[in-house]
């Protein structure tokens, strides 16, 4: 079952195959809304996706994310080494 929460006015949807991802980055779900509401920086994605991504122990933690309407899906999250993308 997907992880729901509300972000703002926005609906938050985090599917399970992100809970999947954040398991095995060791990834809170507090991190990843903290990414998604104070990122260090947005960058655009594919399919008009947005990647929030904030400096977090030393990585990059990104957060890729769908926006329709007044839903917010999580469609993905890792960590990526700080060397290999701007934030």
């Known amino acids: 079952t997907p992880f729901r929460a509300l972000l703002g006015r926005m609906k ?4 399970e195959h992100v809970l999947d991802r954040m398991e095995e980055y060791a990834i809170s779900e507090q991190q990843v809304i903290e990414t998604i509401h104070h990122p260090d920086s947005i960058v655009p994605g ?3 996706r947005k990647i929030h991504q904030k ?6 933690l990104r957060v890729v994310v769908e926006e329709k309407e007044e839903i917010l899906r999580v469609i993905t999250t890792y960590n990526a080494r700080s ?5």
Do not use: Q, S
């Open 83 to 87: 060397d290999r993308y701007e934030v």
């Open 12 to 15: 938050l949807i985090i599917l």
């Open 55 to 60: 400096r977090l122990n030393g990585h990059i």
């Open 46 to 48: 594919h399919n008009e």
